[in-house]
């Protein structure tokens, strides 16, 4: 007789070569199984701490603030953009796919006056559109993304941080697909605030999103920071400033949760926090530079593969992701039947796409975990499968060799 308690969770075994999530590392998983602590248990204070030191690693940078906003990686963009954005005050957002739609769509809710620096999905800005943008609208914040998966384009970000403070404009990234997979040159680059993920090439699941904040940003949202009535008691702001309308995405307040005060604001996702210190220390064990270079290595192993099949990779090579490759669907192929047959048959899941892409391209990943050799070799071996199955004439066996030529070089 059926019951009605379902069965225990247990997923089907998937290889997760999409643009996130990915599987996860099984050292994050462990850590995650780990039991609770109270929220000020001098234990727990270690952990946070930790983590703060960790993920400035992670994020190459000495900002004081740098901590975990409870939430997936969308938590992370809307509480850095609620904080410094103040209704009525001008953004200046890059939008070239769709999470630079999404800055947008987030800052039109504040009531902020948007401004775009609008490019085709597939280009990135250059710092010469960017200046020009900057003086043409004199806006408080620039926002933009660094590695958009959508378009598995990345911006180069070289420069940008200190062109915004030449205009004493605050600066945003996202910076969820890239973290852990490229380098997110937080100090070098000069941006204010920049946020992420961990369920792409941090190898972690989703449900956290590490985030660092400049001095300069800090003392920006500070100044909106305002006192809970009958909570909490603290310098109130000189009310020159907009308050942060949220409570939960108020950086001030998430702030003073995770400094020495340990005001209480919302209590820590501990389990998260866990995941997220451990998918930092298997990172720094690593190390950024071989993590990068493995990342690197899938990539570039993946669009030989895929060339050698004689598909066409989307984009420029000249800004293309390491960790996400888009691949035009090609001509008499169905894009769907491809991807069901690849995790039906395979146990292997690629990625649609969104927008003017939907249709026309998949995204392949390698991040974090799986940005392994075996992995893209499965990958491309399955994919030469699903297409023959497709009628696309497909020479057997160039995919895997070329994907394994360049591991050899
Ligand atoms: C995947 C991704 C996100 C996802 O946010 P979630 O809230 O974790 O789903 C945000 N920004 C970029 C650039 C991404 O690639």
Same mark, same amino acid.
């Given at each position: ?10 997923? %089907? ?28 248990? %001098? ?139 490229? %380098? ?226």
């Amino acid at each position: 007789m059926a019951n009605d308690f379902f069965g225990q969770i247990d997923p %089907p075994q998937r290889l997760l070569m999409g643009p996130g999530p990915v599987n996860v590392h099984p050292r994050v998983l462990r850590a995650m199984a780990a039991d609770m602590l109270g929220q000020f248990d %001098p234990e727990m204070t270690t952990y946070m701490n930790e983590t703060m030191a960790l993920y400035r690693q992670v994020f190459m940078t000495q900002n004081r603030w740098t901590f975990l906003v409870d939430g997936t990686a969308r938590a992370g963009i809307e509480a850095a953009l609620v904080s410094l954005v103040e209704p009525g005050s001008k953004i200046l957002i890059v939008r070239a796919g769709r999470f630079g739609l999404l800055l947008s769509e987030i800052a039109e809710r504040i009531g902020a006056e948007i401004c775009t620096l609008d490019l085709p999905w597939g280009e990135v800005a250059t710092l010469e559109q960017i200046e020009e943008a900057l003086i043409a609208h004199r806006p408080q914040v620039f926002a933009c993304i660094h590695g958009d998966t959508s378009t598995t384009m990345a911006q180069p970000l070289d420069g940008v941080g200190a062109l915004c403070r030449k205009y004493d404009v605050l600066s945003y990234v996202d910076a969820t697909a890239t973290l852990g997979g490229m %380098p997110v040159a937080t100090d070098v680059w000069g941006v204010d605030v920049i946020t992420g993920g961990l369920q792409k090439c941090m190898g972690g699941p989703p449900g956290s999103a590490p985030i660092t904040i400049s001095d300069r940003a800090a003392e920006h949202i500070m100044a909106r920071r305002h006192v809970e009535a009958g909570i909490r008691s603290g310098d109130m702001a000189d009310g020159s400033r907009a308050r942060i309308p949220s409570n939960y995405f108020d950086l001030a307040m998430v702030m003073d949760y995770w400094s020495e005060k340990r005001l209480n604001h919302h209590t820590e996702a501990t389990t998260m926090l866990y995941g997220a210190r451990e998918a930092a220390r298997v990172m720094l064990e690593e190390g950024l530079d071989a993590r990068f270079a493995r990342h690197k290595a899938a990539g570039a192993a993946m669009v030989a593969g895929l060339r050698a099949m004689g598909l066409k990779v989307f984009g420029q090579d000249a800004y293309r992701m390491t960790n996400v490759t888009g691949v035009w669907i090609p001509e008499g192929v169905e894009g769907e039947p491809v991807r069901q047959q690849m995790r039906d048959d395979f146990g292997i899941e690629i990625g649609t796409a969104f927008g003017p892409l939907a249709g026309k391209i998949w995204r392949i990943g390698a991040m974090g975990y799986n940005a392994k050799k075996h992995n893209v070799l499965l990958t491309l071996g399955a994919l030469e499968t699903c297409l023959a199955t497709q009628g696309y004439a497909v020479k057997r066996g160039a995919g895997v060799d070329a994907a394994l030529a360049t591991c050899r070089t």
